[in-house]
Every structure is written in C-alpha cells, then in structure tokens.
DNA sequence: GATGAATGAGCCTTCATTCAT
DNA sequence: TATGAATGAAGGCTCATTCAT
C-alpha cells in the first residue's frame, strides 16, 4: 500500500503520514469516546483507553495534549454534524414543518452514533473555561435552529400557533434522550427511530390547512403514530 | 423552650435530639444533592459539601458512610417521589389518558425540584453493584408507568392507537431534559411547565371520540400550546 | 445490692461507688485486651471496645486518658503477675532448677491468660516514650530471671553448664508461643501445658548428679516427654 | 557499555529493563519489610518506605498494586525460604533427628534474615482474607514439618518417646523468638545461634541408645550447651 | 457520669501528566 | 515516535479525642 501510492507521487509519503496519523488520532477519538460513554468520563482513564488501542498511555500525548482535548474533539465532531444538518436545511428552504420534521430526523440520527451520544451524556463541565463557552453556545445555536424553524412554521402556517422555546425544549429533550437509551441492534433501528419520532414529536404541531382537509388531517395524528403498528 | 417541651412529655428531649438528627441529615443530603448538580458528582468534594454547611468533613460520616452513600440517598428521595406520585395515580384511577396526564404533571414538577433533577442528570453508574440495580429497576418502573398509561389509553380508546414505547420514550425524554434547562426563578414557573407539557406532550396522541366532538377535540391541540400566548 | 451494703457503714457508698468504679474500669480492660489480642491494637477502635460493654466511646475515657493508657494497663497487669510470680519464686529459695521449673510453669500459665498473651502478642512500641521503656525494662527483669535461675543452677550445680543467655532465650521462645496458640477450651488445659513445659524445657539441662543417680535421672528425660502418652 | 550489551544479544535491553525493574522491586520489598520490621505495619506510612528509597509515593504503585500487597510478598519471600528448606531436607532424607536438627538451623537462620522475621513479627491479620488463609496455611506446614520429623524420629528410635506436637510448639516457639531478639552485629553470629540452637533444642530429645554408651551419650546435652562456653 | 456530635490529623490510593531513554 | 518510570495533586475515609449538653 505504501508502495503504491509512493509512485504516485514524491510528496505522497508525507500525505501518507499525516494520513496515517489523522486516521490513528480518529482511532483514539473514536475508542475514548466509547468509553467516554461505556463508563464516564472521569472512571474513563487514559490507561483505558490506551490498553485498548494496544498502546501506552503517553502515546495518546502525540495526538492530544491532555484528556480534556479529547473530550474537547469528542464535542466538535459532534456538534459540527448537528452544524452541518442544520445548514444543509437551512440552504435548502422550505416551510418550517418541512425544515422542523428534517432537523428531528437528522438529530435523531446523530443521537445513534458516538460522537452524537456524547453531546448529550457527557458533562461539558470537564471542558476548560473556553471550550466549556464554545460548546454552551453551539448547543444553544442548535436548540436555536428548533426554535426557529418552529416561528417560522407558526409563521407561514405550517405549525400550528405554540410557544416556540417550550417546544424546541419537548422536542430537544425526546431526541437527546435517543442517546441514552438507544442500543444498536436494539429493538428499533436508527432509521425507524428517526422517522417515527419525526412524526411522534410533530403531529400535535401541524396545523390543519383548511377545513376541507382537516377530516383527513386530523386523524394524521393517529395515521403517523400507528405508521409501525400497520 | 426547654421548659415547655419538658412538660410536653419526658421522651421529649430524644425526639428532639432525633428530628435534629434528621434535619441535619437532610440538610446535608440537600446541600450535597445541590453541588452534586451543580458542578458533578466527581468534582464535588465532600469538603466542600462539608465547608458549605460550615462543617468539617469527617462530621459528614455520622450521617453517612460514604460520599456514594449521600448519592444513594439522593437517588432514594427522588425516585420515592416518582413512585409516590405514580402510586397516587394509579389509586385514583381513570382512563389512559387522564393518568398520563397527570403522570406527565408530576415529573414535570418533580424535574423542577433538586432529587428529582438528581434521578436524571445524575451518573448512576458511580453507585455501587446493588444500588445501581435498583436504581435502574425504579428508572425502569417509571418508564413502565408511562408505558402502561399509553397502554391503558390506546385500549380505552383515550389515546390513539400508537407504538407505546416509542412514545413513553419520547415523552419521559421530553420531561427529563426539563431537568437540563429549568432555573429556578427562570422564564416559566414549574407549574407553567407542568401545565403545558400536560398539554403539549398529550395532543398528539388524543384520540377524539366522536365524529361529532370532533369538531372540538380536534383543535385542542392548538389550544393548549396557544394558552401560553394568550 | 446497694441497700444491704448501705447498712453496713455509712462511707460504704463512696466505698461502693470506687468499687464500682474499679470493677467498670477493669471490665474495660479485660474486653480490651481480648479485642486486641483478637484483632490487634490498630485495628481494635474504642468504638468496637465500647460497643462490646454497651457503652459508647466517650464514656471510655472516664476510666482511661487515652487509648495507649488502656496499652499501657493491659501491660501493666500482665507484668505485675509476671513480677509476683517471680518475687514468689525468689522468696521460696530453691536451687536453679527448681526455681526455673517453678518460673517455666507461671510463665506458662500466664501465657494462658489474656493479659499475659498481650505482653507477647501485641506491640509495645504503641506506647509513649515512656511506657514504652519500662515495658522494655520489665520485659529485660523476666529474661533475667530465666537467666538467673539458669546461672544460679549451673552454679550450684542442679543445670548443667550452658549458655544461660541463649537457654533464657530459647526457654523464653517456647513460652512466648505459647500465648499465640493457645486456646482456652483445645487440646490441652492450662495446667498440663505449664507441666509438660516445665519437663520439657528443662530435660536437657538437668545435670546427672552421680554416676549411680544417673541410671534414674537419666532416663527421666524420656520420661517427662513422654508422661503424656503414658 | 551500551555498545558492550549491544553485542551480547539484541533482547539485552529489554532483559536489562526486566532486571532493573525486579531489582529495583525487590528494593521497594526489602526497605518495606525493615520498615514494617521496625516500626510495625500500621505505623510505617508508604512515604517513609518511598522516602528511605529516595523516590516519591505513587512510584511504589509501580511495583506493588497495595500496602497489603507488598506485606503479601514479604510472607511470601519469607514462607519460600521456609519452604525450600523443608523440601530440601525432605529429599536428602535421615533419620527424624537429624532431619529435624537440619529444619532447626535452617530455620534459625531465617530467623536472622528480614523476610524470615516477617513471619513471625508481622500481624497476619492485616492480609487480605485469601492471602491470610495462604499464609495460614503455610504456617501450619511449617510447623508440620517439625512435628513430621519428630514423629519420623519417634518411630526410627532416634528421637525419645514424646509428645510431638508439644514439643514441635517448643521448638518453633524458641525459634520464631529468635526473630525478636536477634540484632545483626549482636552477641551471636546467626551461624552461632543455628547451631547453638540446633544443639539445645534436641539434646533432650536424644535418645540414649545403649546403656554402655549412655555415659557418652548421656553428657552429650551438656557438652553441647556448653560448647559456646569453651 | 454519659452521650451525640464534631474535629484534626493522617494515610492509602488514583490518575493525568511529564521525562529520560 | 513510543515507552517505562516517576510525580504532584487531590480526595475519601478512619479514628482517637474533645466538647457541649
């Protein structure tokens, strides 16, 4: 493998290191977080996590300059996924319904992987002053992006009137609770849990269109709940 | 004050000495349950437990033997309050929807409280092999009450027919983060909260009962997330 | 009780409140002493002690400053029995042997006892400066009564000639140890190890006296050792 | 001298780290067990056993996983000794006198070293329940050691009619006093005090075995004790 | 005289972090 | 780059002892 890509190119063992490298640092990144999540954060000692890696704990130091780093990475992998759902919705418009219902599916989502999982169990208290600040605000800018998807809902009629940061809170707190109870190979899968939750957490939120329609909106409600029992 | 109490009964003097005993556990379980929240169960020293109630910290272990044992304790209060509330609920009886209703009433309010908010936010993993059993076993009871509730409603038709897990999950996460976000002395008073997740965790899942009524049960859903903002 | 003696004198009641007194006083002693001998002196806490009597751990210190004069006393008891036996046994007269015979067999006995087992067993080095250099002291005035008697039966003849500092110390040893195995209620009684012990230790040292005697004395090694079998 | 051990063999480094590591733990047992020795186990704190190597306290836990496991290892070292002397004894073979003046020495000698006086100068008790039973256990094969070849020694004619487990206790009291009172540099070389020993403790278990040579035989006792003295 | 409560001192142990090799 | 070894900081817990009642 080396050996190929050194043909490639005379600066490719370089690419190939800082490859090599960044691939180990995602290793560490990934097995700490596990752990992170397996145990806590402060019964997770870096000897654990270097014993599973099959290194030495000093080891872990060419990669990260302290355990609150990797805790600190742990927290940006995961929110820069929520940042990119949510700029993805964001640039691709739609009612706030619409732009609701997708940001349940993608946060639901998230929940079900690991780095999803530690914005919502681990204690961002361990972080230092700064990062402890940075994360504060990306978690308030997602709750945000409910927030506001649901003002502009009630706005263009797609939501029916609510008070918009009481239900940005019901809905943020059913889908963080996804990362505590969700086991892979559990009963539900990632996909069905984000599908039926972006209905649960939506149909008492739809507003009924017209009076014509709303015989069969209405009823939506129970349609979407019973969706799995069908 | 001794004089009157020495009148009162001879075994006086022990009662007192007994309820002060109590108070002063309690007072201990409040302010550690307090820190515990406030910067985590490992960073909160029991010195600083100990300096708080202007005690030095071996005076803790006359009313318990362990920091894990204050947080045995803590977990104890809660969740007897939750099974107290769900024991109540259950005597008083009354279709699906009515007990889920209150049930969702009482957490709310139990979230907004210091051992209610331990039960959540809390790591139960720090307690020792038996403790943590049973804690898991009352979480599990909780979440089974809710189950049942759903359960009960989808068959007396006051609930509309849905997956009941799915939707115990989504509601106890709902409550549970309440437990995250509340301030004492915060935007919404924890009767406010309790009032509207009532209503807002429970109009997705009304069943409406006649074609007729319809007309009126239907639209409760916007009606009570709008009450706030009226 | 108290009535009968309150006849007898009026001081009797202060008579009676010391007795009393000494009688607390010793009882704490002796379930002392056997907590420590059971578990040791770091171990042993004046709680468990205090437990025991059914008193609590303050109530302790009306009969003791500290918990190294309860040391202290333990030692004392078991050195003032170890010193009559010894006085005793000057005063009587005798030759060597028989004076050692006589200071093998108390000696054996009070290794029997708890407060002889804790003038072996447990580690005077607990002690103040102080106490701690009498107990030496005491400890070197038994030695050199095994020494003594040792000496002074080499010179008149009843032991053979030896070393009598090494035969005080091996006779010493076999003593000693006697404190760490023996068990009230095993084997062997009290009095059949003080025996056996006296002929035991002293079969090897006794001098044949004449040629004609020796037929008997001789033999009399055997004998001892075996009178248990017998 | 790295080029040196270079040359020796490629795995010497790492040979030579294993041996510095052992070195330096067998460092650690020995000034742990003088101190234990010297001050007794609860009084010698980590730090002064660190302190005394010229490092810090955590460092011990390189080697050691306790305090308890350290004293683990001092019995351990202790009972090896004890151990292979036994089997050693056991496969030269003899009749039980001289086997049982063999154990003797040995023992005595043991007597002299740190990890033997552990044995018998260390409180037990401080063990872990499993350890405290091991040890236990191979106390009690020590003292069947004495009490087999006595025995042997009864049946081979070797050894005078006797009570063997009396006299085994004799023997092993005399001995494991030895641990007490011996002092490196003192009045007797441990070599004096193993055969000085050896002699005195059995020269009243010897059997005469003719009449005609009891007059030989007989003043044996004597000569041995006094053979310091000439 | 006795007790409940409190304290001060001290020790074992853990763990993130650093350093020499 | 990786490792074994070492460290500093800190926390939980125990227990003899004191004090107010």
Redesign the interface.
């Known amino acids: 493998m080396s050996a190929k890509r050194a043909q490639v190119s005379p600066w490719a063992p370089f690419e190939d290191r800082r490859r090599a490298r960044d691939e180990k640092k995602h290793a560490v990144l990934r097995m700490a977080a596990q752990l992170f999540l397996d145990?806590?954060y402060?019964?997770a000692t870096l000897n654990e996590v270097a014993t599973r890696l099959n290194i030495t704990k000093p080891a872990l130091y060419n990669y990260f300059r302290s355990k609150e780093e990797i805790l600190d990475e742990c927290y940006r992998l995961g929110q820069q996924m929520a940042e990119d759902a949510i700029a993805e919705i964001d640039e691709a418009g739609g009612d706030g319904l619409t732009r609701l219902r997708k940001l349940i599916r993608a946060y639901a989502l998230l929940m079900t992987i690991d780095f999803g999982m530690c914005l919502v169990r681990l204690?961002d208290?361990?972080l230092s002053e700064d990062a402890h600040r940075r994360v504060r605000a990306e978690k308030r800018q997602d709750d945000r992006a409910f927030r506001r998807y649901i003002e502009a809902g009630v706005a263009d009629g797609s939501i029916?009137?609510?008070?918009p940061?009481?239900?940005a809170?019901?809905?943020?707190?059913?889908?963080?609770?996804?990362g505590?109870?969700y086991r892979e190979g559990g009963?539900?899968s990632a996909e069905e849990?984000a599908n039926?939750?972006a209905d649960?957490?939506t149909?008492?939120?739809q507003?009924?269109r017209t009076r014509g329609r709303?015989h069969k909106a209405?009823?939506r409600?129970?349609v979407a709940?019973?969706s799995?029992?069908r």
């Open positions: 145990v806590g402060h019964r204690d208290r361990e029916v009137d609510c008070d940061k009481l239900a809170f019901a809905i943020a707190g059913s889908l963080n609770w996804i505590h109870w009963t539900y849990i039926q939750f649960l957490l149909t008492g939120l507003a009924r709303n209405a009823p409600a129970g709940l019973r799995k029992r």
